[in-house]
């Protein structure tokens, strides 16, 4: 490690607030708000960024809803309708907070279809139901919102900025607001495609993966911006530091604790609780020499100075993407479709 990786922040290669939250939460950073609570006892979490926060963090001022899915089954109905529900609910108070409820609605799935990690935007415009053309020959139901939404591609097939697209049409189809839905990147294994973030700050297309496209917000297009977004991909060096950390509370475990699994190291798959697992900064020397004498804000940036020059900092995503983003998807419209239409579910969110 060169002398200046301990005074370089890592970065910290996320679009989700809740990471920044965890990262700099023991630093005392000023107007950064966060409290829990719970919808159909679903965990949501509501981080509010002010100005000097968003210096600090890196995002932009506004709130930032973040649905907390990773100690659910996502492929159970019972919890995927509640999921649906507590989104929409989140959705809905978003939406009041900006005065937005019943006015038009242009709905964008961003990302590439073909890709499937990136393809969470276009398959939520599968299942959203649109009205516009009801609204344009005055057939729209009472309880219907005018939606419209499109899949506007991805840059390199079509050659045109994704924001020239949506600030385009928007205007043209005179919509009042833009909802957005994008894949996100996270630098927490555990959160990938489990954790729904919403957002009235707009968004960065690409920027948690290095790939940064112009801003589409209020201050670009002139319109008020929702995004909604479900991390798919996590980097190299997320995965080599949580993984290292992982081993630590695992080899603490076996330590300090007599009847933990961590003893009898097998083969066969073992699940500990390692929450409350705290490895000291002896143990962390003990098991991984000088790398354990650093901190983990040390730890990840030696590793990117490692991997990245070489090539190997890559994006990764789960095995079980293609089922997961199938259901997320679906869950995301169902939501969408309740929170933009109350009178299709009759109180479905009550």
């Known amino acids: 490690?060169?002398?200046?990786?301990?005074?370089?922040?890592?970065?910290?290669?996320?679009?989700?607030?809740?990471?920044?939250?965890e990262f700099y939460q023991n630093q005392g950073i000023s107007d950064f708000e966060n409290s829990k609570y719970q919808v159909f006892d679903i965990p949501i979490f509501k981080s509010i960024v002010g100005k000097k926060a968003s210096e600090t963090i890196g995002k932009k001022e506004g709130t930032y809803y973040t649905v907390?899915?990773?100690?659910?089954?996502?492929?159970?109905?019972?919890?995927?309708?509640?999921?649906?529900?507590?989104?929409?609910?989140v959705l809905k108070d978003c939406l009041e907070e900006n005065k937005l409820l019943g006015k038009k609605?242009?709905?964008?799935?961003?990302?590439?279809e073909n890709v499937t990690p990136d393809a969470i935007g276009p398959y939520?415009?599968?299942?959203?139901?649109?009205?516009?053309?009801?609204?344009?020959?005055?057939?729209?139901?009472?309880g219907f919102s005018n939606v419209s939404a499109m899949s506007p591609g991805v840059m390199g097939t079509t050659g045109i900025e994704t924001y020239d697209v949506i600030s385009t049409m928007s205007d043209k189809i005179g919509a009042d607001f833009v909802i957005i839905v994008d894949a996100l990147a996270t630098n927490s294994i555990k959160r990938i495609n489990k954790t729904i973030q919403i957002t009235d700050t707009g968004i960065k297309p690409g920027s948690g993966v290095g790939n940064k496209r112009?801003?589409?917000?209020?201050?670009?297009?002139?319109?008020?911006?929702?995004a909604i977004g479900i991390p798919t991909v996590v980097d190299a060096t997320t995965i080599t530091v949580d993984t290292i950390q992982m081993v630590l509370k695992y080899l603490n475990l076996a330590m300090n604790n007599g009847t933990s699994k961590a003893n009898n190291i097998t083969m066969e798959p073992v699940k500990e609780d390692l929450t409350n697992s705290h490895p000291s900064n002896d143990?962390?020397?003990?098991?991984?020499g000088n790398f354990g004498n650093l901190s983990e804000t040390e730890q990840r940036t030696l590793v990117e100075e490692v991997l990245t020059p070489q090539g190997y900092?890559?994006?990764?995503?789960?095995?079980?993407?293609?089922?997961?983003?199938?259901?997320?998807?679906?869950?995301?419209?169902?939501?969408?479709?309740?929170?933009?239409?109350?009178g299709l579910f009759n109180g479905y969110t009550s």
Do not use: C, Q, W
């Open 1 to 21: 490690m060169n002398e200046k990786t301990k005074n370089v922040s890592p970065l910290i290669r996320t679009d989700l607030a809740y990471d920044d939250y």
């Open 68 to 89: 907390d899915l990773t100690e659910l089954n996502i492929h159970d109905s019972k919890t995927i309708e509640n999921v649906e529900k507590a989104l929409a609910s």
């Open 105 to 112: 609605a242009f709905v964008v799935g961003l990302g590439n």
């Open 124 to 142: 939520v415009i599968d299942n959203t139901i649109v009205t516009r053309h009801l609204a344009i020959n005055n057939t729209l139901s009472e």
């Open 214 to 226: 112009k801003e589409i917000s209020y201050d670009t297009i002139n319109k008020p911006v929702i």
């Open 283 to 288: 143990t962390n020397v003990a098991f991984f």
């Open 313 to 342: 900092n890559l994006m990764v995503t789960p095995k079980e993407i293609d089922m997961e983003v199938e259901d997320l998807s679906k869950i995301i419209a169902n939501s969408l479709n309740i929170a933009l239409h109350p």
